[in-house]
T-cell receptor, first 112, second 113 residues
Framework: GAVVSQHPSRVICKSGTSVKIECRSL??????MFWYRQFPKQSLMLMAT?????????EQGVEKDKFLINHASLTLSTLTVTSAHPEDSSFYIC????????FGQGTRLTVV | AQSVAQPEDQVNVAEGNPLTVKCTYS??????LFWYVQYPNRGLQFLLK??????LVKGSYGFEAEFNKSQTSFHLKKPSALVSDSALYFC???????????FGKGTTLSVSS
């Protein structure tokens, strides 16, 4: 199947700093990528839809100024968590491709 | 609005026994239905999908699922469970091509030896 690579897999940062997470489609081009957030023992919640060459579409309740999404090329989308706080600690996962989505490995973000 | 329900938080089965993980959905129009498996601190692995065609769909690792339109269900099944099948399973739906998946809350499958 298609390969989606996400980096880093784990990051610890200090409160107030920013963290960038990369999502790459390795063997296909992705005009659309999706970013999800997963809390412990809970389901994946869609945060935003990343569109190559245009602005991301954010789900209701997701702060677009805190979670900056850039999709500058057909193989790369980035999620930047700005001014991170402990409540932003979570597991972030990206996906691409339809009909079945292929997922990155996920990024465990811990804000201390 | 589209939604997915997984009524069981946990399913426990003995190795070698058949397993079923339940999923019901709500979507306008014809659904795209999926099952994924997640191991701890990992991304999701695709198991199988239903788009159209035969109601019984076969997927990876011996899993299969049956689409039942009248009951709006898409239960995941396997004839003989393995201990290595123990993981978190997600059912998901997509209302139309190109849109994001909407996930159920997940069901933890525990297979005992």
């Amino acid at each position: 199947g298609a390969v989606v690579s996400q980096h880093p897999s784990r990051v610890i940062c200090k409160s107030g700093t920013s963290v960038k997470i990369e999502c790459r489609s390795l063997d296909f081009q992705a005009t659309t990528m999706f970013w999800y957030r997963q809390f412990p023992k809970q389901s994946l919640m869609l945060m935003a839809t990343s569109n190559e060459g245009s602005k991301a579409t954010y789900e209701q309740g997701v702060e677009k100024d805190k979670f900056l999404i850039n999709h500058a090329s057909l193989t790369l989308s980035t999620l930047t968590v700005t001014s991170a706080h402990p409540e932003d600690s979570s597991f972030y996962i990206c996906s691409a491709r339809t009909p079945e989505a292929f997922f990155g490995q996920g990024t465990r973000l811990t804000v201390v | 609005a589209q939604s997915v329900a997984q009524p069981e938080d946990q399913v426990n089965v003995a190795e070698g026994n058949p397993l079923t993980v339940k999923c019901t959905y709500s979507v306008s129009g014809n659904p795209y239905l999926f099952w994924y498996v997640q191991y701890p601190n990992r991304g999701l692995q695709f198991l199988l999908k239903y788009i159209t065609g035969d109601n019984l769909v076969k997927g990876s690792y011996g899993f299969e699922a049956e689409f039942n339109k009248s009951q709006t269900s898409f239960h995941l099944k396997k004839p003989s469970a393995l201990v290595s099948d123990s993981a978190l399973y997600f059912c998901a739906v997509r209302a139309q091509a190109g849109t994001a998946l909407i996930f159920g809350k997940g069901t933890t499958l525990s297979v005992s030896s």
